[in-house]
T-cell receptor, first 112, second 121 residues
Framework: EDQVTQSPEALRLQEGESSSLNCSYTVSGLRGLFWYRQDPGKGPEFLFTLYSAGEEKEKERLKATLTKKESFLHITAPKPEDSATYLCAVRRQDSGYSTLTFGKGTMLLVSP | ETGVTQTPRHLVMGMTNKKSLKCEQHLGHNAMYWYKQSAKKPLELMFVYSLEERVENNSVPSRFSPECPNSSHLFLHLHTLQPEDSALYLC????????????????????FGEGSRLTVL
């Protein structure tokens, strides 16, 4: 059974204080690890897809990395508008459609 | 309209009511999904329709009944719900990959709507 564990559950940062969110996973044949951002009362917004260990992707202050067991979402010099819940998900190997297994998320709060 | 649109955004219903949630996607995708999001829990997959055929039903109680009349529309019919069914119901879509299975890189991103917040009294 696919499993995704995110840590910490909640993280409070000061503006400009860099940090990382962790996503540990077990999946039978990884066919993609996904990061989403979710604002309160809204649907998740797609950020990144990573496919293989060693891969990295960047978007503004966010950088996602992938190893064989976990992924990190690095936040460099965060701003208050980066406050949101960040969700990690993995894709099952044997399906053509995308039944993603999600973690519980990390709630990030960035204070000015 | 662009993306994935869900209506209504908020719904309050009694346990004996019958209501429906609607989802429409404008992305040209051919797979659609219903997820349930409850506090302190991961998103739970409820149903998957691929090429308008239901391909997954993850042990969802029969009081939830999905309908996919075409590749752009998805409904979730609700009847005799329980208070523990109160949650955010999210619709998503993606491009079904079977038709391109052997053709190269797989993407598989889900694109979500804003959700329908359901409260069962």
């Amino acid at each position: 059974e696919d499993q995704v564990t995110q840590s910490p559950e909640a993280l409070r940062l000061q503006e400009g204080e860099s940090s990382s969110l962790n996503c540990s996973y077990t999946v039978s044949g990884l066919r993609g690890l996904f990061w989403y951002r979710q604002d309160p009362g809204k649907g998740p917004e797609f950020l990144f897809t990573l496919y293989s260990a060693g891969e990295e992707k960047e978007k503004e202050r966010l950088k996602a990395t992938l190893t064989k067991k976990e992924s990190f979402l690095h936040i460099t010099a965060p701003k208050p508008e980066d406050s949101a819940t960040y969700l990690c998900a993995v894709r099952r190997q044997d399906s053509g459609y995308s039944t993603l297994t999600f973690g519980k998320g990390t709630m990030l709060l960035v204070s000015p | 309209e662009t993306g994935v649109t869900q209506t209504p955004r908020h719904l309050v219903m009694g346990m004996t009511n019958k209501k429906s949630l609607k989802c429409e996607q404008h992305l040209g995708h051919n797979a659609m999904y219903w997820y349930k999001q409850s506090a302190k829990k991961p998103l739970e997959l409820m149903f998957v329709y691929s090429l308008e055929e239901r391909v997954e039903n993850n042990s969802v109680p029969s009081r939830f009944s999905p309908e996919c009349p075409n590749s752009s529309h998805l409904f979730l019919h609700l009847h005799t719900l329980q208070p523990e069914d109160s949650a955010l119901y999210l619709c998503a879509s993606s491009q079904d990959l079977y038709s391109r299975w052997a053709s190269g890189k797989i993407t598989g991103e889900l694109f979500f709507g804003e959700g329908s917040r359901l409260t069962v009294l």
